[in-house]
């Protein structure tokens, strides 16, 4: 039986779209959207990790003060200028002292005239002394003749009166005496007073330190408490670092800390946190540490930004995964383990972290376990994967 050359045309026409068909279904089961999900993997490690704690700091001072005056007034004259180091005492700047020079002139000439009082109530009080006993003599003397019937009893009356008449004067002269003490001592406590002042409208140094800022000049006026000055102790400097709550497990004071400024990114400087505030950030849900340096290096100012690294004990061993490879779906933490060439969500239980993308898993996985890391799109459980080494846009 032949077959017409009409009847060929047909033939090879049906082949080619049976191998169309075939080439359509194989690009897209290979390609579009039925190809499989191209993933990479790995298989769980057991380790240890060595997790750190990472944050942007300032460079602050622990001993910090504000020089200014305890009372309103014009600044009289600065003597030191930013940068300047200054000693303990060191006068720095002087406020002008209006009238305290002359309330204390008229309140040392009122201190001698109380002075001069004192002496004359004391002459009063040794004269009415003297009388006093005087007349007790005499006043015994006419008792006794009284009793003899040497003197009549008037008399003796008379002479017991004079002594009583003394002891007062001696009384008033005691008081007089004690109240003029007591005006002195006012007047010496307001002279304590006015010193205390006037030794206010000179700013001392508190401490030895080195000047940062000069913010009024002679001439201004300033209110109570207002900064003329500003002084640090350069010893005193160390680093306010702000760190994820999240990743905060562990820190106490004394982990030790790897430092880099941003004046000299080549150089690691060492330290340690000195200590953990007591409060955090609820905002930006972060802690806050102060790190000290080892060895403080030259130059070293306020306000330059570091970048702190904190060094945590190591963990116990346990399975280790790349960050990546945890996955939140819902309410659950997991994995994509690969079981029999498909995914399957498996929750975990992860531990700590550290810095170069290691996670421990504490529960759900066992060492070997091959874990989906990276993967083009969602995966679902039962979606078709194809296993590569390596996607685009993906880490190394």
């Keep these: 039986m032949t077959i017409s050359s009409k009847g060929l045309r047909r033939l090879g026409l049906g082949l080619l779209g049976v191998l169309l068909i075939v080439a359509l279904v194989y690009v897209v089961m290979r390609s579009g959207p039925l190809a499989p999900t191209r993933v990479t993997v790995t298989q769980a490690t057991v380790g240890t990790l060595s997790p750190s704690l990472f944050g942007i700091g300032t460079v602050e001072a622990r001993r910090a003060y504000l020089i200014g005056p305890t009372a309103a007034g014009r600044v009289s004259k600065v003597l030191v200028d930013v940068g300047d180091t200054v000693q303990t005492g060191q006068l720095l700047a002087e406020m002008d002292p ?47 003749l009284g009793a003899q019937n040497f003197m009549s009893a008037g008399a003796v009356e008379a002479k017991q009166q004079e002594q009583a008449s003394a002891a007062a004067a001696v009384a008033a002269a005691e008081a007089n005496l004690a109240a003029t003490r007591q005006d002195s001592q006012r007047l010496a ?90 409060t955090s950030d609820s905002i930006t849900e972060e802690r806050v540490a102060l790190v000290s340096l080892d060895t403080l290096p030259a130059n070293l100012s306020t306000g330059e930004l570091a970048e702190v690294t904190l060094m945590l004990p190591a963990t116990a061993a346990a399975v280790l995964l790349p960050n990546p490879a945890v996955q939140r779906q819902a309410e659950q933490v997991g994995v994509w383990r690969v079981e029999g060439g498909e995914p399957r969500f498996v929750p975990v239980r992860i531990g700590q972290s550290s810095l170069d ?22 995966l679902t459980a039962g979606s078709r994967i194809k296993v590569v080494d390596k996607l685009a846009g993906s880490a190394p």
């Design 98 to 144: 209006v009238d305290l020079d002359e309330r204390a002139a008229a309140l040392e000439a009122s201190i001698a005239r109380a002075g001069s009082v004192i002496a004359a109530a004391q002459a009063q009080r040794r004269d009415a002394q003297a009388r006093g006993e005087l007349a007790a003599i005499t006043a015994r003397r006419y008792v006794e």
């Design 189 to 278: 406590a307001e002279r304590a007073g006015l010193r205390q002042q006037r030794d206010n409208v000179r700013l001392l140094a508190p401490a030895d330190g080195v000047v940062i800022s000069r913010d009024a000049e002679t001439g201004s006026t300033v209110v109570a408490g207002q900064a003329v000055l500003r002084l640090i102790q350069p010893a005193s400097l160390w680093i306010r670092v702000r760190l994820d709550q999240g990743r905060s497990a562990g820190l106490v004071e004394g982990l030790p800390a790897s430092i880099v400024l941003r004046s000299n990114p080549g150089a690691r400087l060492s330290g340690k946190v000195a200590r953990v505030e007591a």
């Design 357 to 378: 993308g290691q996670v421990q898993v504490l529960e759900g996985l066992k060492a070997g376990d091959e874990v989906v890391v990276y993967s083009e799109k969602s």
